[in-house]
C-alpha cells in the first residue's frame, strides 16, 4: 500500500496555499521545475489527479480538496513535533499501575502536586493486583508499579516505597482468635493474583489453621457488609482499616502474630528508568513539602 511522503505531502500544501507552482518554490525555497516533478509524482502514487492545468493556472479537484484536508492535519503534525521540548520542560505519558493501597496513602499525597508541578507529562494510573502489575510491567503496558516487594523478577529492578501491615477483621463479638474460630469461620479475601491474600493464606499456614472456607470477595465494602452479619472473617490492609475509621466506621481487628509489615515497592524494567519516572518517584518518596512518607501504625490486639 501507497504511503505519501511526507516532503511530497509539504510541497502539495504549499502549492494549494500559495496558489501556483512559481508562489510554492519561493516559498519553500527551491526552484519550481523541483516542485512540479513532485506534483506528477504524487498523483502518478495516488492514482488521482489532485489539480486541473488550465494554461498557467493550477485549480485544484475535488479528490485533491480533499487531500488536502488531510494531508494538512499530517504537515500540521509533524512541524509540531520539534516544538515538544522546546520549552525544557519534562514531556511524555506516564503508565503507572498501582496496588489499591497505593491509593488510600502514597499517591493521594504525590499525585496531585506532579500533575501541576509537570503539566506536560500525561499521568496515567491504573488499579491492579500485584501480579497483575508484575505481568503488565514485563509486557511494557505500564512503565512503573507500586507493588509488592523486594522485586525477585530479574527483568525488574525496584527501591522501597513504603510499608504495608496486614490486620486480621472480625465481627465486633469476637473477643479472642482461636482455631476454633478459625475452623468454624468463612474468610473473605480478594482474588488469588493478590498479594495480601497470599500473605494471609501463609499466616493461616504457619499457624496451622484451617477455615471453614475461603469465599473471593474484590469488595473492602461488601466484605465489611458481611462482617457486620456477624459472621466470617477477612484480613486488610492497614490503609484501608484507616480509611473506613477515618469514614466513621467501627472495626474490630487484630494484628497477624509473627507477620511483619509488608514493602510496597516502586518498580520498573530493568534499564528503563527514565528521567520521568525518576521524577515521579522522588516526588512520591518525598510527600508534600519535603517531608518523607511513611505509612502510619494502628494499634490493635494479636491474632495468637
Request: proline letters at 5%.
Given at each position: 500500500?501507497?504511503a ?5 505531502l509539504?510541497f ?5 496555499e500559495?496558489?501556483?507552482i512559481?508562489a ?8 519550481a521545475s523541483n516542485l ?15 489539480f486541473?492545468?488550465?494554461r498557467?493556472?493550477?485549480l485544484?479537484t475535488p479528490a485533491?480538496r480533499l487531500f488536502y484536508?488531510?494531508?494538512?492535519d ?12 522546546s520549552?525544557?520542560?519534562p514531556?511524555g505519558i506516564?503508565n ?7 491509593f ?7 499525585v496531585?502536586?506532579?500533575?501541576r508541578?509537570?503539566?506536560g ?8 493486583p500485584?501480579f497483575s502489575?508484575e505481568?503488565m510491567?514485563v509486557s511494557?503496558e505500564i ?7 523486594p522485586v525477585?523478577?530479574t527483568?525488574?529492578?525496584g527501591t522501597f516505597?513504603?510499608?504495608e ?7 465486633e ?6 482455631p476454633?474460630?478459625?475452623e468454624?469461620?468463612?474468610?473473605y479475601l480478594f482474588?488469588?493474583d493478590?498479594f495480601y491474600?497470599?500473605r494471609?493464606e501463609?499466616w493461616l499456614d504457619e ?10 470477595l ?6 465489611l457488609?458481611?462482617l ?5 472473617l ?5 490503609s ?10 467501627s ?7 509473627g507477620m511483619g509489615?509488608?514493602?510496597?515497592y516502586?518498580?520498573?524494567?530493568k534499564?528503563?528508568?527514565s528521567?520521568i519516572?525518576?521524577t ?15 505509612a502510619?501504625?494502628?494499634?490493635g490486639q494479636?491474632?495468637?
Amino acid at each position: 500500500m501507497y504511503a505519501p511522503k511526507l516532503s511530497h505531502l509539504r510541497f502539495f500544501c504549499a502549492i494549494v496555499e500559495a496558489g501556483s507552482i512559481a508562489a510554492a518554490a519561493r516559498r519553500m525555497h527551491c526552484v519550481a521545475s523541483n516542485l512540479t516533478m513532485r506534483l506528477k509524482e504524487l498523483e502518478a502514487d495516488l492514482g488521482q489527479d489532485l489539480f486541473i492545468r488550465d494554461r498557467k493556472k493550477l485549480l485544484i479537484t475535488p479528490a485533491g480538496r480533499l487531500f488536502y484536508k488531510e494531508a494538512k492535519d499530517i504537515v500540521s503534525r509533524a512541524d509540531r513535533l520539534p516544538e515538544l521540548w522546546s520549552q525544557g520542560q519534562p514531556r511524555g505519558i506516564l503508565n503507572v499501575g498501582a496496588l489499591d493501597v497505593a491509593f488510600l496513602s502514597l499517591l493521594p499525597h504525590c499525585v496531585p502536586r506532579f500533575m501541576r508541578e509537570h503539566p506536560g507529562i500525561q499521568l496515567n494510573i491504573l488499579k491492579k493486583p500485584s501480579f497483575s502489575l508484575e505481568r503488565m510491567l514485563v509486557s511494557d503496558e505500564i512503565d512503573l508499579a507500586l507493588t509488592d516487594g523486594p522485586v525477585e523478577n530479574t527483568l525488574l529492578e525496584g527501591t522501597f516505597a513504603f510499608s504495608e501491615t496486614l490486620h486480621l477483621v472480625v465481627p465486633e463479638h469476637v473477643k479472642k482468635i482461636t482455631p476454633e474460630l478459625i475452623e468454624q469461620s468463612d474468610i473473605y479475601l480478594f482474588n488469588k493474583d493478590c498479594f495480601y491474600r497470599r500473605r494471609a493464606e501463609q499466616w493461616l499456614d504457619e499457624k496451622a489453621y484451617h477455615p471453614h472456607s475461603i469465599l473471593t470477595l474484590e469488595s473492602y465494602d461488601l466484605i465489611l457488609e458481611c462482617l457486620g452479619t456477624g459472621a466470617g472473617l477477612s484480613c486488610m490492609p492497614e490503609s484501608v482499616i484507616r480509611q473506613f475509621r477515618e469514614r466513621g466506621q467501627s472495626l474490630k481487628t487484630f494484628r497477624l502474630d509473627g507477620m511483619g509489615p509488608t514493602d510496597v515497592y516502586f518498580v520498573w524494567r530493568k534499564h528503563a528508568k527514565s528521567q520521568i519516572i525518576e521524577t515521579f518517584i522522588e516526588m512520591a518518596q518525598n510527600g508534600v513539602g519535603g517531608e518523607v512518607f511513611q505509612a502510619s501504625t494502628e494499634a490493635g490486639q494479636s491474632a495468637s
